[in-house]
């Protein structure tokens, strides 16, 4: 385990450096969002486009959340323990479209709900409830900066360069995001780290700039870094 924090803790520092660099082509993230997509990447929006248009009619007020797995159930006990409410979501492509394609699978969020201000965290279950490092939750605690270079949505940007990414067919401008409507927040950007550890991408970003949204998930993660 230690060998693995230490792992984790390096290539969180390189990031660190990446995003605390000031010239703005250093930022892969920016790079993508405002490069020209590649004949590949455009073939690619336009087969989504076409799973999409012969998507049955039925999908298109959403489809209703699986429920928890069965490796779950204590995470989302937890969850409800620590204060927070379980949402299990589904992942859609091209959400700013009233006719998004919904996708395979589902993951169950805790979200946490601040009493003082209304805002709001989500965490993936197994991210909150683990005692083993992610990058995820690293993300979180060791806060690397934003740095300067990001255009377009700061928080999605902001995932990229941690590594990361909450983008739907990258950057097509169409829009994706892990759906529940029962929700206050129906469209989560959630910052999926490649170890599938997840912090919506706005809740990081907010935080790294010293706002708690929600609650303070260093306070209930079961995850505690070495002090």
């Given at each position: 385990m230690k060998s693995s924090l230490i792992a984790s803790l390096a290539a969180i520092a390189i990031l660190t450096t990446a995003c605390a660099s000031s010239d703005g082509n250093q930022y892969p993230a920016s790079a993508a969002l405002?490069?020209?997509?590649?004949?590949?990447?455009?073939?690619?929006?336009?087969?989504?486009?076409?799973?999409?248009?012969?998507?049955?009619?039925?999908?298109?007020?959403?489809?209703?959340?699986?429920a928890l797995r069965p490796d779950e159930v204590a995470a989302?006990?937890?969850?409800?323990?620590?204060g927070g409410q379980v949402y299990v979501r589904t992942p859609e492509y091209d959400t700013?479209?009233?006719?998004?394609?919904v996708l395979s699978g589902h993951a169950s969020f805790c979200q946490y709900t601040s009493t003082s201000d209304g805002s709001?965290?989500?965490?993936?279950?197994?991210?909150?409830?683990?005692?083993?490092?992610?990058?995820?939750?690293?993300?979180?605690?060791?806060?690397?900066?934003?740095?300067?270079?990001?255009?377009?949505n700061p928080a999605s940007c902001y995932c990229s360069l941690l590594g990361a990414s909450d983008q739907f067919g990258g950057a097509s401008g169409a829009g994706g995001s892990w759906v529940?409507?029962?929700?206050?927040?129906?469209?989560?950007?959630?910052c999926i780290?490649?170890?599938?550890?997840?912090?919506?991408?706005?809740g990081l970003t907010?935080?790294?700039a010293g706002v708690i949204r929600g609650t303070d998930l260093t306070k209930v993660m079961r995850y505690k870094y070495p002090s």
């Open positions: 405002g490069g020209q997509p590649s004949a590949g990447h455009t073939s690619f929006v336009a087969g989504l486009r076409r799973a999409e248009a012969e998507q049955p009619s039925q999908h298109l007020l959403g489809v209703e959340p699986a989302g006990k937890y969850c409800v323990k620590t700013n479209s009233s006719h998004p394609l709001r965290i989500h965490i993936l279950l197994n991210t909150l409830y683990s005692k083993k490092p992610s990058l995820a939750a690293l993300a979180y605690i060791l806060m690397p900066p934003l740095g300067t270079g990001c255009n377009g529940n409507l029962n929700s206050e927040d129906q469209d989560l950007e959630a780290f490649p170890d599938r550890s997840s912090i919506d991408s706005w907010y935080h790294t």
